[in-house]
């Protein structure tokens, strides 16, 4: 998947458990952003294409290193409401920049958490630790173009490399991505079915992935 799609798919399998009802916006931003984590280890194409041919897809797609990064961001942000704060620099930024109309001018001052539990942080790891790994199960099915051959997961490094690859649709097929902007559309009509939507946006990749693994 693209980073995007990623990305909305943590968003939407949030929004689906119903969780934001209970723990607001913060916990869905969490999911998405949790959900491109493990591509972590594609920055290292700054250093050269040799080392990102042997680091992608490795060091940060392993159950070990994905659940590790996903549960410290868990936790980091429960403790510290990362995202809270990164909501408030961006609408700052924003407003300096003129781009809040007058309406939105309080933009930028959202509360932080004062508040923490055991509960919450059980929330705040379990939900992290499960956007983390949709990343994995989504590149073991979305894989290669048309041109490239399908890049394999080492899910057990660095204990083994051997590699898992089980593909139905290529990188940057636009179908789901057109599933994901429709949900997003939906939600933004019907604003209070966001888990009904959301489940059924999930459920409409799915079936997406499963039709094009067949059909290929």
Known sequence: MTTIEHALLGINGAL?????????WQVVA???LVAISPDWDG??????PVLFDQAHRVWGHSFLTCGLLGILIGVLDYRFDVVTRLANVSARGLRRCGLVLPAEQGL???PLRRERTVAGYAVWTLV???????????DL??????TLGDWKLQLLWPFSTEGWIYPHVHWGDPGMTIIFVMGMLAMYRWRNRLQVIAAATLLGVAAYI????ALG
């Open 210 to 213: 499963v039709v094009c693994g």
């Open 43 to 48: 920055l290292t194409l700054v250093l050269g």
């Open 108 to 110: 930028g001052s959202l």
């Open 141 to 146: 099915v979305v894989s290669g173009t048309a």
């Open 16 to 24: 689906a458990t119903g969780l934001h009802r209970r723990y607001g």
């Open 128 to 138: 992290a630790l499960a956007a983390a790994l949709s990343h994995l199960a989504a």
């Open 30 to 32: 969490l999911a998405g």
